[in-house]
């Protein structure tokens, strides 16, 4: 894992743009993207660099990481319609490349659909993820199998309230989720954790410094070999080992990139 400290929110977008861009300048690129507040920012910076500099998504797929059960693609708090209001559509990603999970199809049908269709594009190069105040990646609450493919879950009282804010109230919020799997997600070439705000500091030291363990999903990213952790410094707040993070960015080769 590759631990980075930035004073704010604005250079955790900026980095992680820069990561995506260089990917998506490299070739033919299969995203793997986040809904929540976190990646707004990043979302925002493409969105930018798309109208700015002409960074192209002509020739990207993208595949978002979850989707709430019983909810029409039509919806506007589906991630299906999330997602295209926030990204894909204000820049030139092609519609039919923005792959989502249907949350009004028959649920593991539809789980071993998604799975088969990641694989069937290549795998995703770049995942983005966004991490949960109980530790979850994607919607894999405490106790998820860390080799668990893309299935149906139980969202926490914890989650259900965090998400409250975009729905009317409590109640309207689902119980039920499709997300990618922990075994799916870390299928990803190289992942990319994004965590803002000091409500994440707790998760992120758990992911991070803690065990690998089950009751802290983003702590399975510690098996994975290519994991970039981009933090804001109120979310890095309860992190033991911040000097040795900043010591070895600044000693960072410049041929390494990330
Ligand atoms: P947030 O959610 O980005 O809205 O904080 C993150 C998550 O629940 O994964």
Redesign the pocket.
């Known amino acids: 894992m590759e631990i980075i400290i930035l004073p704010g929110a604005e250079d955790v977008a900026h980095t992680a743009a820069d990561i995506i861009e260089e990917r998506l300048r490299s070739g033919p690129s299969v995203l793997g993207l986040?809904t929540?507040?976190?990646p707004l920012g990043t979302y925002r910076e493409l969105i930018d660099r798309h109208r700015r500099d002409g960074l192209s998504f002509a020739a990207a797929q993208a595949f978002l990481l979850d989707e709430y059960v019983g909810l029409p693609a039509s919806h506007p708090e589906s991630y299906h319609s999330v997602i295209r209001r926030e990204f894909t559509d204000s820049v030139d990603f092609p519609a039919d490349a923005v792959h989502g999970l249907d949350g009004a199809s028959y649920p593991a049908a539809e789980a071993a659909r998604y799975d088969a269709s990641i694989s069937a594009a290549g795998g995703v190069d770049v995942q983005i993820l966004?991490?949960?105040t109980d530790g979850?990646?994607g919607f894999n609450e405490p106790m998820s199998s860390l080799a668990s493919r893309t299935r149906i879950k139980t969202l926490t009282g914890q989650?259900r309230r965090?998400n409250a804010r975009f729905f009317a109230g409590l109640d309207e919020v689902p119980e039920h989720v499709l997300t990618q799997g922990l075994g799916t997600i870390r299928q990803a070439r190289h992942l990319l954790l994004l965590g803002l705000g000091e409500a994440k500091a707790d998760a992120v030291a758990a992911a991070v410094e803690g065990p690998v363990a089950a009751i802290c999903p983003a702590s399975a990213l510690q098996l994975h070999p290519h994991v970039t952790v981009l933090l804001d410094t109120p979310a890095a707040s309860k992190l033991a080992h911040t000097e040795y993070y900043h010591y070895t960015l600044g000693r960072k080769p410049a041929w390494q990139g990330f």
């Open positions: 986040a929540g507040s976190t966004g991490i949960g979850h990646i989650t965090d």
